[in-house]
């Protein structure tokens, strides 16, 4: 039998083109823009969600962090938030960021009591605490690269490398788990507690790391052949990259799809809303969001 191997290449694309349109649509409407909810910002960052479904965002130039409630209102929750870059919530509802105007980790409580839960690492300035995600022990994972801030008096870093540190609970000095990233930015765990993904932005490779009993990391694996400001997963276990726009990898790493933002850069998203199906988006000086099919795990 002749095979018509032209013919047999064009096939496999075009199955391979509607396979990944497949996924597309499993995931989201591919003919829906990401709606515009504001844009009043200097530069939006930080995006987290609570249990209820509220989301939270920063406007980091400007010292605000900024609350959409699930039924559409937005208001400013915190001024002078001490620059808040990366946000997660805890176990117990706090609201944990990366406060880098002194290199802090702070936590703010619902009545937005502030508490400083880091302030040096061994009697030195951190780089700056980027972004963090936290696991079923309240243990946050905390990427720190070096990013000159201009209401810094100091020029250069204190230590010796921009790393990913755990911070146990109750603890107040991070230990350092992978020294091995150009520069760590964007992390985010499994709803198991079993793997890690941290995006190495200096390298453009986002990494996944086995998480051990006691915090540390290992097996460390290349994810994703891109990286990112900051990321999140779906219920899928799909990962979900910003920088232009978002772009969508599933476990295997696999572009599975792109959604188009209409600004300069993309920084950061969560999943949240009553049902945790909707995407928030920071994007430069705006805050977008777009309905899901599939839903978020933080």
């Not at 694309?13 to 990401?34: H, P, R």
């Not at 508490?115 to 696991?135: A, E, R, S, Y």
């Not at 230990?175 to 964007?186: E, F, I, M, S």
Request: charged share 20%; net charge positive; glycine share 8%.
């Amino acid at each position: 039998m002749r095979v018509n191997y032209k013919l047999l290449i064009a096939a496999f694309f075009a199955l391979s083109t509607c396979s990944v349109s497949a996924q597309n649509i499993a995931l989201y409407d591919t003919t829906a823009k990401a709606y515009l909810i504001a844009k009043q910002f200097s530069f939006t960052e930080g995006v987290s969600v609570n249990k209820k479904g509220d989301v939270f965002f920063t406007d980091q130039p400007n010292n605000k962090i900024w609350e959409y409630d699930t039924n559409g209102k937005l208001t400013l929750f915190l001024d002078s938030a001490g620059r808040s870059n990366g946000m997660y919530f805890d176990n117990k509802g706090n609201l944990v960021t990366c406060a880098d105007e002194h290199d802090q980790l702070w936590s703010i409580s619902p009545k937005k009591k502030i508490k400083v839960l880091v302030t040096n690492l061994n009697g030195k300035l951190m780089n700056g605490p980027n972004d963090i995600w936290i696991d079923a022990k309240d243990g946050i994972y905390m990427t720190d690269p070096y990013y000159q801030r201009d209401y810094w008096t100091r020029k250069t870093s204190d230590l010796d490398g921009e790393k990913v540190y755990y911070l146990p609970k109750n603890s107040k000095q991070p230990v350092a788990v992978d020294a091995t990233l150009k520069k760590p930015n964007g992390i985010v765990g499994t709803p198991d507690g079993k793997y890690l993904y941290v995006a190495d932005i200096g390298a453009n490779k986002t990494y996944k790391f086995t998480i051990n009993a006691d915090g540390t990391l290992s097996n460390k694996t290349l994810a994703v052949n891109q990286g990112s400001d900051g990321m999140t997963l779906d219920e899928k276990g799909n990962i979900y990259l910003t920088g232009k726009g978002v772009t969508i990898y599933n476990p295997q790493g696999e572009k599975i799809g792109h959604i188009a933002i209409d600004e300069p850069w993309t920084s950061n998203l969560c999943f949240g809303g009553k049902d945790k199906d909707v995407l928030f988006i920071t994007a430069s000086t705006a805050f977008y969001c777009i309905k899901m099919n599939v839903k978020g795990v933080e």
